[in-house]
């Protein structure tokens, strides 16, 4: 289980009110290499991968759950100002008709979050390249959004969570080496 | 940001393996109605809705992230000892081609998870009553599924979760009063 | 079975040709809170709830297939004389390519409908619970399009069918407490 | 808009409770080439139809609503007096852990209808090209439907509901041939 | 088993770098009526038709998948020059977000491709009705590309593509032909 | 473009009749980790893959349009000889009442094939470690399946495909090697 404790990860500022930067950065609220899809695979690999990797599994997951926050953060802060008028000239008026200025877990073109942007297939090995594979992909896309972005506080914030995936990338890496001593001794099918 | 505590809000016991009973109870894991859909319901609908009742929703979308993983105990416990064709023989040749013994975010069906199961208006009432939508129909679920079961040992879970919808219920209803008198003195829209 | 009569339930005009506001308006022809939506979810639910209810549902459900129809012909109506590059500069470029000025039930964002909004659980009260959620956000869906709008005539159809949302959800409410005062002779589980 | 008429357009009669005839009907329901998929198909294509065959398609979607209720009515029969082993041995206990004996508009498989299965490109012989192959997949469909079936008044009421789809498309067929000869004297694009 | 050839089934050429214009035409990449869901749906079918029209619906399958790779040359050549600013200011900053400049497989407003655009029912000759109406279908989208395209180059290819579909639809009605007068000797069902 | 040549890459042969197989198998033909997500994968990839790596591509994402026929023709084969009860007692009712004997793109579960299993990021290293966490995944997937057969043909065909995988695998790591060794020279961003 989990303890909510009211603070960031790390702190989230916002230059200014900047709907557009919103609509993109939720991208990695709702997309298919966002911080959701990340803390569910994570969080549901735990039950068949080996105890050793295990806790590994479930600490980056439940970090990628402060990731999504801090999503969510940002996003409402580039927006709770705008007005419709706003929201409409910034490509978010269809978000607006839906959701007001409610979050959604939707990529930045509006197609809603769906679970087959994750697999888990049993085998250790296996999930654990798929976990190198996504934040790879999560590292690409906050590099597309900080191209994207002229604001330095979200840049900020942007380069963090980018550096993180990194460190998680690494530490999936070392899993599957870990894991592969491992099957020299016994073997998994 | 969340911190792990390695315990179960509630303890899980299964009373022998039983892979057709895993089949439903995965319904609860990520079915339309199911707990993953709840816990993120609550937790992205915090941003808009007034401070009174923002911790309620990340409170109760904190613990059903903890119900999330008593339902994914009782699916593990319940499949871990199945063969092959144990697993073919209750409808579950299809998830073990996919997924192996891992467990996956789809209904009792086998569709796999997709967050339009989950609104968020930026209304509060209306969020709010979404919500009070979203226990009821959990509840239901829950009774459904111990209809469906005869393992004494998961319906005794089956029944504390049950009870935790009622619960959420209610205090979703009290919020909605809150926010009620509250709006007789400003107006929403 | 129904039979349908040549005329809308409430008139729908138009001030001028306005593709972008035929994007937005598309919401409550396709979207998750929208009029497809609920007719479905009502007509649906006729079958497994008491008789003292189910004419509610087929009255309102087939309300709800009328103001399908008048939706259908404010988007129409407002894109009917654009030429392709006006529906391009109004962001309905998209549509365009697939549907030329054909309707298609897809919500602001071009996300297809899909019935994953719907639910149907076959408690009554919980499927009435669901149907006063659905009611509330749709009303608030017609109070953002109010917002994004600035077409009087427009605006005056789109607050009649608010109005109708409110009354339905009260005839809802109505009827929660008839069957609860039904339940508390018999138990339903 | 619609009236409703309490009463079918052909009477439906089930010989005996019998939900795995159930599970395969409601491919009719929710499925790809349902009656669901077929109203919508119709309803929304008449706004950029010409007028001569507009009314054709309101006729023929109005009909497939009626359709539509014959199925659901189907389907209800045939397992409303089944108890939840009853559902569970006949491949239902999926559809009893998410709805209990409720309707829901999903095909054979489990897999939730979508949108997608219909289209609309505004160009009216394509349009109709559409439809008739819509009949002609809804009548393979009743046909597969009665090789599944043994049961002799449901097998009557898919061999009225087959007919119906053979005369929709020779109807369709028709506007074809009118729409072509319009053609000829002025071009569409 | 296919053999790659190096080359494109018809030239490519593009007057200039023009993001928007590539937004429209991955409708025929990734859309509903677009080449990729033409291939896999005669591919498909090859199994279940008789021996008479298999190598037919072969042939037509591997021609669109030709057509797939001319549709992602024209794509990535109008946008390989652009700027991160650029692809914004199109429309497209959403797809920078999540795929730089690669390609993907959605519709022109970003929905994910999904197989349920396609069908097969095994009944040969319903199956070439939906052939011929997915021909039909893709040429009309043809024509509202061209529509939205000032680009002489790209209206040259899409012209060609264009006239293939037609022709394709031609023969798929000489197979319909050549099957009814089979179907005169012996029933299909 | 391609040309097709009549012929299998690996013999198919089938010991018996076995709808249930069949079902399973299918997996490989519409599953997340299936042979057409696999294929489309990589050619979608090829536009933005530096031309080093561009080759390679193609030449896998065309073997596996030869492996995704392979699958078809084992499903067709396990599957032509049965009967509509055959069908329904192995748990293929649903896919009969759909598609009689006609194949189709979803999963064993009956869950259509969605191209959100499948992503591009643009940047090259990225793409290939998504390459080869899907390889390792068809091979498990090959795992599960030849754990869930008894028939000695479609098992030695099953091992030829799972090999390949493997190969497949060792190539794409190769590729990330040659454009790490590039990378070192010049920086992607």
């Known amino acids: 289980m989990w303890i909510y404790e009211k603070k960031l990860q790390y702190p989230v500022k916002v230059s200014k009110c900047n709907p557009m930067l919103a609509k993109f950065l939720i991208e990695q609220y709702g997309g298919a290499d966002g911080e959701l899809a990340a803390a569910l695979r994570y969080l549901n690999q735990r039950y068949t991968i080996p105890d050793k990797v295990a806790g ?18 940002m996003v409402y802060k580039l927006t709770k ?3 419709p008028d706003q929201m409409k ?13 409610a979050l ?19 085998d ?34 942007l380069r963090f969570l980018r550096e993180r995936e990194i460190i998680h990338s690494l530490r999936f ?10 099957r020299d001794k016994k073997v998994y099918f």
Not at 173 to 182: C, D, Y
Request: hydrophobic share 40%; proline share 3%.
């Open 56 to 73: 590994l599994l479930t600490d980056i997951g439940t970090e990628e759950l402060a990731h999504l926050e801090m999503i969510a953060t």
């Open 173 to 182: 890496q070392e899993a599957v080496e870990i894991l592969k001593e491992e």
């Open 104 to 122: 959604y877990y939707h990529n930045a073109a509006g197609a809603p979050f769906t679970i087959t942007y994750v697999t888990a297939k049993g």
């Open 124 to 157: 250790p090995i296996t999930d654990l390249y798929e976990d190198i594979a996504a934040e790879e992909k999560a590292r690409a896309t906050y590099q597309w959004l900080i191209n994207l972005s002229d604001d330095p506080d979200i840049n900020d914030a």
């Open 89 to 101: 000239a910034c490509g978010l008026g269809a978000h607006y008709a839906d959701h007001d200025k």
């Open 81 to 83: 100002d705008a007005t």
